[in-house]
T-cell receptor
Framework: DQQVKQNSPSLSVQEGRISILNCDYT??????FLWYKKYPAEGPTFLIS?????DKNEDGRFTVFLNKSAKHLSLHIVPSQPGDSAVYFC???????????FGTGTQLKVEL | GAGVSQSPSNKVTEKGKDVELRCDPI?????LYWYRQSLGQGLEFLIY????????KSGLPSDRFSAERTGGSVSTLTIQRTQQEDSAVYLC??????????????FGPGTRLLVL
């Protein structure tokens, strides 16, 4: 049972444009959401998070939007840079719980 | 150290052998987690430690898998009688306290295990 889904396995964007990565979840108990970036042969690197009491969180070029009614979140990267090319994982956990439930990832390629 | 470290970085073993994977969390972090990522899959939770205790072992796939943590720091994940389906990247993460759900977990580089 895939509780966190990233339906796009890959995304290609031109440098300078916006990248939008999407994530859907089914467990209404999730109340904390995170995005991680992963380069080949490295561990995931924390990027940005959002609590369920918010609908938007921004950090530099990265913004995460949460739509609780739709059980959907998205990560916006503006402007996209070649160094952003990586696999992006969406993750979630429940209040008081500690294990993260991950999506299967989206491979982002930012082209020159 | 500055971040989570894991060893070995790569391990090739024969089916039926036992393997031990090691994790050194960020200094001072009391919570430690093991995940694994099989080819083409997302990260799958295995076990969570709070100090030396493991309140959540729900992700361990079989009794061939075990883990321990000593001194509230280093953790070892042991896989006995390895099978080919155990081939994956095993990732360790730590977080400051683990006592609150909304806490960021920081990952190590992983151990790539290949069972022949």
């Amino acid at each position: 049972d895939q509780q966190v889904k990233q339906n796009s396995p890959s995304l290609s964007v031109q440098e300078g444009r916006i990248s939008i990565l999407n994530c859907d979840y089914t467990n209404s108990m999730f109340d904390y959401f995170l995005w991680y970036k992963k380069y080949p042969a490295e561990g995931p690197t924390f990027l940005i998070s959002i609590s369920s009491i918010k609908d938007k969180n921004e950090d530099g070029r990265f913004t995460v939007f949460l739509n609780k009614s739709a059980k959907h979140l998205s990560l916006h990267i503006v402007p996209s840079q070649p160094g952003d090319s990586a696999v992006y994982f969406c993750a979630a956990n429940t209040g008081g719980g500690n294990k993260l439930t991950f999506g299967t990832g989206t491979q982002l390629k930012v082209e020159l | 150290g500055a971040g989570v470290s894991q060893s070995p970085s790569n391990k090739v073993t024969e089916k039926g052998k036992d393997v031990e994977l090691r994790c050194d969390p960020i200094s001072g972090h009391t919570a430690l987690y093991w995940y694994r990522q099989s080819l083409g899959q997302g990260l799958e939770f295995l076990i969570y430690f709070q100090g030396n205790s493991a309140p959540d072992k729900s992700g361990l796939p079989s009794d061939r898998f075990s883990a321990e943590r000593t001194g509230g720091s280093v953790s070892t994940l042991t896989i006995q009688r390895t099978q080919q389906e155990d081939s994956a990247v095993y990732l360790c993460a730590s977080s400051p306290s683990g006592s609150r759900g909304q806490e960021t977990q920081y990952f190590g580089p992983g151990t790539r295990l290949l069972v022949l």
